[in-house]
């Protein structure tokens, strides 16, 4: 169990939005949008900067979703910098969710080697958990995140009023790594979860609890910024939902581009499940001597992370009527990052409160997680 601090690093603030524009001065600012977070955010943004006396940034504006999330979006926001003669000493804000965040990161880190960029997140999911860390990328040949690097940002500007504006499904997303956070490191905030359910998201502290999880995502990765080690357990439930997600990517596409069954977080949260399953129940077969969740601590976690996700769950179990679509997912899992010589890479919860990592997992044992979902 980590010794969970509540301090942040001086690159992650809460402070008020003006004061970005004292970095911003005699340089030249792009700001990069989607369509939302142009009509949302943008105008917060630009009022903000207003009183300065900075000129008017650069907008560039890339369509919104994981399905943009391409080498041909990076193409269009390098040939925008290009264009407008950006120089090595010009600064990117990105200004969106995690799409935004991670994609702009990228592009911002190669252009011309490399050039300053600030997050400025705007969904939940952005702001406890996209924005800190410093890995960036993209997807690629429908595998999540697939090309990219680690980069620290020069800053990442935390403005929970933006949240206002974010649909309630998107609200919940990035509730899952919130849930995500507690699970594998702190057992004193997952009872306090308990009183947070999807019905009073509107009158919850966000920013208490936004710095709470960053403060606590900050601390694993600042002991392993690359992921060598300790930084894996944030990847608790994301074998399986990743799989689950890039599943259902690839099948949309299929179908004409609808967007993806699941979003990110609520992967994540079928994965949390599946993952808990895999803990208590299966991690024994290969792991006989080291301690793993009880059934009842899996119960207690299927059941609030139930009661958040009911709908995701239902739509899940609708989705997977036949076998052939679990062992397809199961398929996606075998190209996780985290798996090293042909075995699956999972993360495991000793104790709520407490993962470990680097579990072999078997093709079979997915299977049978995917079914306990
Ligand atoms: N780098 C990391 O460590 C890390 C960690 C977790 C997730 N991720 C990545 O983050 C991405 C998911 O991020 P996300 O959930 O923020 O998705 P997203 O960036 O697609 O944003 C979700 C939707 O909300 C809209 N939106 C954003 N802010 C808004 C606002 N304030 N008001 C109204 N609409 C708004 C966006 O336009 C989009 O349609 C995935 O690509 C995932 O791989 C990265």
């Known amino acids: 169990m980590l010794n969970v601090s509540t301090s942040l690093p001086s690159y992650i603030t809460f402070e008020s939005l003006e004061k970005i524009a004292s970095l911003l001065q005699n340089k030249q600012v792009a700001v990069l949008v989607d369509e939302n977070t142009k009509r949302d955010c943008y105008p917060i943004?630009?009022?903000?900067?207003?009183?300065?006396?900075?000129?008017?940034?650069?907008?560039?504006?890339?369509?919104?979703?994981?399905?943009?999330?391409?080498?041909?979006?990076?193409?269009?926001?390098?040939?925008?910098?290009?264009?407008?003669?950006?120089?090595?000493?010009?600064?990117?804000?990105?200004?969106?969710?995690?799409?935004?965040?991670?994609?702009?990161?990228?592009?911002?880190?190669?252009?011309?080697?490399?050039?300053?960029?600030?997050?400025?997140?705007?969904?939940?999911?952005?702001?406890?958990?996209?924005?800190?860390?410093?890995?960036?990328?993209?997807?690629?040949?429908?595998?999540?995140?697939?090309?990219?690097?680690?980069?620290?940002?020069?800053?990442?500007?935390?403005?929970?009023?933006?949240?206002?504006?974010?649909?309630?499904?998107?609200?919940?997303?990035?509730?899952?790594?919130?849930?995500?956070?507690?699970?594998?490191?702190?057992?004193?905030?997952?009872?306090?979860?308990?009183?947070?359910?999807?019905?009073?998201?509107?009158?919850?502290?966000?920013?208490?609890?936004?710095?709470?999880?960053?403060?606590?995502?900050?601390?694993?990765?600042?002991?392993?910024?690359?992921?060598?080690?300790?930084?894996?357990?944030?990847?608790?439930?994301h074998t399986i939902g990743h799989a689950i997600e890039s599943y259902c990517i690839e099948e949309n596409k299929k179908k004409s581009n609808k967007k993806p069954v699941f979003l990110h977080g609520e992967a994540i949260a079928l994965g949390m499940i599946a993952e808990s399953y895999f803990s208590a129940y299966l991690s024994k077969e290969f792991y006989p001597n080291q301690n793993f969740i009880s059934k009842t601590d899996f119960e207690e976690i299927r059941f609030y992370i139930s009661s958040v996700f009911e709908d995701t769950i239902s739509n899940f179990r609708k989705a997977i009527q036949q076998e052939s679509i679990l062992q397809e997912i199961t398929k996606w899992a075998k190209q996780d990052k985290k798996n090293a010589q042909n075995t699956i890479l999972t993360c495991a919860l000793e104790e709520i409160g407490k993962a470990t990592f680097d579990i072999a997992v078997s093709e079979s044992q997915i299977l049978e997680c995917l079914r306990n979902i």
């Not at 960036?136 to 697939?146: E, P, Q, R, S, T």
């Open 45 to 237: 943004l630009d009022k903000a900067l207003e009183k300065s006396a900075i000129p008017k940034p650069l907008l560039i504006e890339i369509p919104s979703g994981e399905i943009h999330k391409t080498l041909e979006t990076c193409t269009h926001i390098w040939y925008e910098l290009t264009q407008n003669h950006f120089d090595r000493k010009a600064i990117l804000l990105h200004l969106g969710g995690g799409v935004i965040g991670d994609m702009g990161g990228f592009c911002a880190s190669t252009y011309k080697r490399g050039i300053d960029f600030i997050q400025i997140p705007t969904t939940l999911l952005s702001q406890v958990d996209a924005s800190v860390g410093g890995k960036l990328g993209i997807d690629f040949n429908g595998f999540k995140n697939h090309i990219g690097l680690f980069q620290t940002p020069s800053k990442v500007w935390i403005h929970t009023p933006f949240l206002k504006t974010l649909p309630q499904n998107e609200m919940r997303s990035g509730f899952a790594e919130v849930i995500k956070h507690t699970l594998i490191a702190d057992k004193k905030a997952w009872k306090n979860l308990s009183e947070i359910n999807k019905d009073n998201f509107g009158t919850q502290d966000w920013t208490t609890i936004i710095a709470h999880s960053v403060a606590l995502k900050t601390q694993v990765t600042e002991a392993d910024p690359t992921e060598k080690g300790l930084r894996k357990i944030l990847n608790f439930g």
